[in-house]
């Protein structure tokens, strides 16, 4: 049974860093692209930014671009998404998911065997 598990989320200052763990289970990365995504309170659930983990081929959403790092540790079987100049409206439940599909692709339809979601929260 495939399973993801995020971890790494809490309270940062705007300005600060988190790195986030998507740590998976029940299937080897190696075969699929993993992402990251993210849901505040009233909004839909928007890519952040996701890796193909076979050729480590890696886009991000506008919003986000040169502020956070994907990475994917094979031997670890888990994705990363390093998080810094943080603000406010970065603050969302964030999630992690995979697709075998090989496009490069953020859009949550294509993805599955989501995460619980970890918190973050950007706040002063």
């Known amino acids: 049974q495939v399973q993801l598990v995020e971890s790494g989320g809490g309270l940062a200052q705007p300005g600060g860093s988190l790195r986030l763990s998507c740590a998976a289970s029940?299937?080897?990365?190696?075969?699929?692209?993993i992402g990251w995504f993210r849901q505040a309170p009233g909004k839909e659930r928007e890519g952040v930014a996701s890796?193909?983990?076979?050729?480590?081929?890696?886009i991000y959403a506008d919003s986000v671009k040169g502020r956070f790092t994907i990475s994917s540790d094979n031997a670890k079987n888990t994705v990363y998404l390093q998080m810094n100049s943080l603000r406010p409206e970065d603050t969302a439940v964030y999630y992690c998911?995979?697709?075998?599909?090989?496009?490069?692709?953020?859009?949550?339809?294509?993805?599955?065997?989501w995460g619980q979601g970890t918190q973050v929260t950007v706040s002063s």
């Open positions: 890796i193909s983990s076979s050729s480590g081929r890696t």
């Open positions: 029940g299937v080897t990365l190696d075969y699929y692209r």
């Open positions: 998911a995979l697709t075998p599909f090989s496009i490069e692709t953020m859009d949550p339809g294509l993805f599955g065997s």
